[in-house]
């Protein structure tokens, strides 16, 4: 299946009703959509990026479909400044190509604002795979269906069965012969 897949990319994932958890983090090799926020000289802020990405994201996907971004409390280490903060971002928007929820959790940087530039680049990798994948199932199913075995015609049936006849000849000629030399 498609979905399983696409989903196969190293990630923790559940699927769950109508929503794909997708809990992951972007490795170095695959920071390559848009800037780093603020880190390098790369002339964009945090907040620039941020709408540089979600500006792509409106241009690739539509903005029919609503992104909802929550904050909510991460876990794990940190201690009482990960308890009371809520830094975590959740992202969660409609995929028409899997049609399913997205669901995007970060909780990568110890900052509100890269952790929604980590998780707004998850989203749009995601949602990227899942057009690609459609695009490829249907070229699948149209080369599937150009390879599909056609009828005879006539005369082709005709010079299959003539072929068949001079085969068994043949070998009937064999066995005969085989026959007689035994006896």
Same mark, same amino acid.
């Given at each position: 299946?498609?979905?399983?897949?696409?989903?196969?990319?190293?990630?923790?994932?559940?699927?769950?009703?109508?929503?794909?958890?997708?809990?992951?983090?972007?490795?170095?090799?695959?920071?390559?959509?848009?800037?780093?926020?603020?880190?390098?000289?790369?002339?964009?802020?945090?907040?620039? &990026?941020?709408?540089? =990405? #979600? $500006?792509?994201?409106?241009?690739?996907?539509?903005?029919?479909?609503? +992104? %909802?971004?929550?904050?909510?409390?991460?876990?794990?280490?940190?201690?009482?400044?990960?308890?009371?903060?809520?830094?975590?971002?959740?992202?969660?928007?409609?995929?028409?190509?899997?049609?399913?929820?997205?669901?995007?959790?970060?909780?990568?940087?110890?900052?509100?604002?890269?952790?929604?530039?980590?998780? &707004?680049?998850?989203? =749009? #990798? $995601?949602?990227?795979?899942?057009?690609?994948?459609?695009?490829?199932? +249907? %070229?699948?199913?149209?080369?599937?269906?150009?390879?599909?075995?056609?009828?005879?015609?006539?005369?082709?049936?005709?010079?299959?069965?003539?072929?068949?006849?001079?085969?068994?000849?043949?070998?009937?000629?064999?066995?005969?012969?085989?026959?007689?030399?035994?006896?």
């Amino acid at each position: 299946m498609i979905l399983s897949k696409w989903l196969g990319l190293g990630c923790n994932h559940r699927y769950k009703g109508d929503y794909i958890f997708a809990i992951r983090s972007l490795s170095p090799s695959e920071e390559s959509l848009g800037a780093s926020s603020s880190v390098g000289g790369s002339g964009f802020t945090g907040d620039d &990026t941020l709408s540089e =990405l #979600r $500006r792509i994201l409106r241009e690739r996907h539509g903005s029919e479909y609503p +992104l %909802r971004e929550y904050y909510i409390k991460g876990t794990g280490p940190g201690g009482q400044k990960v308890n009371k903060s809520s830094n975590c971002v959740q992202l969660i928007r409609y995929s028409p190509a899997l049609g399913v929820n997205i669901v995007v959790k970060c909780h990568k940087h110890r900052s509100l604002l890269d952790n929604r530039i980590e998780a &707004t680049r998850i989203l =749009l #990798r $995601r949602l990227d795979q899942a057009v690609t994948a459609q695009s490829r199932a +249907l %070229r699948q199913a149209e080369e599937k269906s150009k390879r599909r075995i056609l009828k005879l015609t006539a005369a082709e049936k005709a010079r299959k069965k003539f072929e068949k006849q001079l085969r068994s000849e043949k070998k009937s000629i064999r066995r005969r012969w085989k026959a007689e030399e035994e006896y």
